[in-house]
T-cell receptor, first 110, second 114 residues
Framework: DAKTTQPPSMDCAEGRAANLPCNHS???????VYWYRQIHSQGPQYIIH???NNETNEMASLIITEDRKSSTLILPHATLRDTAVYYC???????????FGKGTHLIIQP | SAVISQKPSRDICQRGTSLTIQCQVD?????MFWYRQQPGQSLTLIAT?????????ESGFVIDKFPISRPNLTFSTLTVSNMSPEDSSIYLC???????????FGEGSRLTVL
């Protein structure tokens, strides 16, 4: 699976959009980009994933660049409950487990 | 989606003893995994729990230390054997379907070894 690079931490004001970047320059054609988050003392929570098209669900939007070498997770209206560690993971299809990096610690400021 | 329940949620154990953690999923899933999260660290994959056969372990993890069972599509156990203080961690079960790639996680079992 391709490696990912994320900033270790970010701040965002409550009510603003939080944009979390991820670099995955070695991604291969059949690998998906997944985003998970882990709120303190809880198990990780799936947010969204995509292959090459932008994706949106009730939690977030995922923007993948045309060359697929980077992506951005957007939380449109961040709340204090969105404070968590966000993990960007690249993974091919199949029944393998996810490989977690260090993620980005997103802190939403009141 | 899938709801994953783990037992125990936390335990304090003595050095040299063993503890078995149970993971129950509320629906049949194709994939089940066990992770470890040491204090202040990210998650590390221990093994894939294979139904009806031996688990597939990641580098650095061995069956004698972390025996895993998965008798059916909804249940798995992880045993931490001959525990030492270095085994103090949160152990998490995850599960999902290979056709979606999305994994669900339990709340974890917090183990402290004295």
């Amino acid at each position: 699976d391709a490696k990912t690079t994320q900033p270790p931490s970010m701040d965002c004001a409550e009510g603003r959009a939080a944009n979390l970047p991820c670099n995955h320059s070695t991604i291969s054609g059949n690998e998906y980009v997944y985003w998970y988050r882990q709120i303190h003392s809880q198990g990780p929570q799936y947010i969204i994933h995509g292959l090459k098209n932008n994706e949106t669900n009730e939690m977030a939007s995922l923007i993948i660049t045309e060359d697929r070498k980077s992506s951005t997770l957007i939380l449109p209206h961040a709340t204090l409950r969105d404070t968590a560690v966000y993990y960007c993971i690249v993974k091919g299809g199949g029944a393998d487990g996810l490989t977690f990096g260090k993620g980005t610690h997103l802190i939403i400021q009141p | 989606s899938a709801v994953i329940s783990q037992k125990p949620s936390r335990d304090i154990c003595q050095r040299g003893t063993s503890l078995t953690i149970q993971c129950q999923v509320d629906s049949q899933v194709t994939m089940m995994f066990w992770y470890r999260q040491q204090p202040g660290q990210s998650l590390t994959l221990i093994a894939t729990a294979n139904q009806g056969s031996e688990a597939t372990y990641e580098s650095g993890f061995v069956i004698d230390k972390f025996p895993i069972s998965r008798p059916n599509l909804t249940f798995s156990t992880l045993t931490v054997s001959n525990m030492s203080p270095e085994d103090s961690s949160i152990y998490l079960c995850s599960a999902g379907h290979s056709n979606t790639g999305e994994l669900f996680f339990g709340e974890g079992s917090r183990l402290t070894v004295l």
